[in-house]
């Protein structure tokens, strides 16, 4: 089994800045990707961005320019700032990893969510 462990999601202003991180563990044999969607009340789960073992990024339009995903391959570790937060930003953060273990090439994890919310 996976674990994924989130952290840093809280009350933020307009304008502040935030840092996520999420932290994997467990049967772990290589990590494909880690990343974060995020889901607000009333709307599909979205990207807001993943990085791949290799370091390719893929960060979402709507956060692009105020965002910056970086990991910790040593550490199993994910990490999400964002900056200039903005009312619509509020959302539930989920931390997503595809792992690798030893009966699956590919298994998509998801962590519990962490909440987001950014006041006007």
């Known amino acids: 089994q996976v674990q994924l462990v989130e952290s840093g999601g809280g009350l933020v202003q307009a304008g502040g800045s935030l840092r996520l991180s999420c932290v994997a563990s467990?049967?772990?044999?290589?990590?494909?990707?880690m990343g974060w969607y995020r889901q607000a009340p009333g709307k599909r789960r979205e990207l807001v961005a993943t990085i791949s073992s290799g370091g390719r990024t893929n960060v979402a339009d709507s956060v692009k320019g105020r965002s910056t995903i970086s990991g910790d391959r040593a550490k199993n570790t994910v990490y999400l700032e964002m900056n200039s937060l903005k009312p619509e930003d509020t959302a539930v953060y989920y931390c997503?990893?595809?792992?690798?273990?030893?009966?699956?090439?590919?298994?998509?994890?998801w962590g519990k969510g962490t909440l987001v919310t950014v006041s006007s």
């Open positions: 997503y990893v595809q792992v690798v273990t030893a009966t699956s090439n590919g298994v998509n994890c």
């Open positions: 467990g049967s772990i044999f290589r990590i494909n990707i």
